[in-house]
């Protein structure tokens, strides 16, 4: 079998994650944003729900950590990939654009940082998102309220399939 579109290293995570049912490459190493946004795409090709939620708690904790951090995503050089990734997926509903777009709505810092290297169709629905909750903005404390568009992680998670629906 030949999959011309599918990038080898994340093949190899998701035939790793048949075998031991972790995100991780070979090495056991934990991969980038970028590729965990790519074995999310070819889960959802493949109908393989447990790894898209295992793949998205991944990003989640990648995106996580990044935003707690004192430099938050100036330094996660992969995010404007994540969010072409995120822009270009077609999924009825797609967690990896909601998730980039609740990323670049939580913090003024973190739009600033991005603005000019995310995609326009973007833009759009985090403004949206901003004018949901522009009452309790707060830009120049750079951090909106947590409860303003800051989700959980369970709202990027993707609904498994159970035996008889896979039949």
Request: glycine share 4%.
């Amino acid at each position: 079998m030949k999959l011309d579109d599918v990038d080898p290293e994340v093949f190899a995570i998701l035939v790793n994650w048949i075998y031991y049912r972790v995100v991780t490459n070979a090495e056991k190493k934990t991969p980038d944003l970028v590729t965990c946004a790519k074995l999310w795409i070819l889960g959802d090709r493949f109908l393989m729900r447990k790894m898209q939620n295992d793949a998205m708690s991944q990003i989640w904790d990648v995106l996580s950590s990044a935003r707690g951090s004192w430099g938050g995503f100036t330094e996660l050089n992969e995010f404007g990939e994540f969010c072409r990734i995120a822009a270009e997926t077609k999924s009825e509903d797609n967690p990896l654009l909601k998730i980039a777009i609740n990323m670049l709505s939580s913090s003024k810092k973190i739009f600033d940082t991005w603005v000019d290297e995310i995609p326009n169709s973007i833009l759009v629905p985090v403004s949206k998102n901003l004018m949901l909750c522009r009452e309790n903005l707060v830009w120049e404390a750079d951090v909106l309220p947590l409860g303003a568009v800051w989700v959980e992680e369970g709202e990027y998670l993707v609904k498994e399939l159970t035996e008889m629906e896979v039949a």
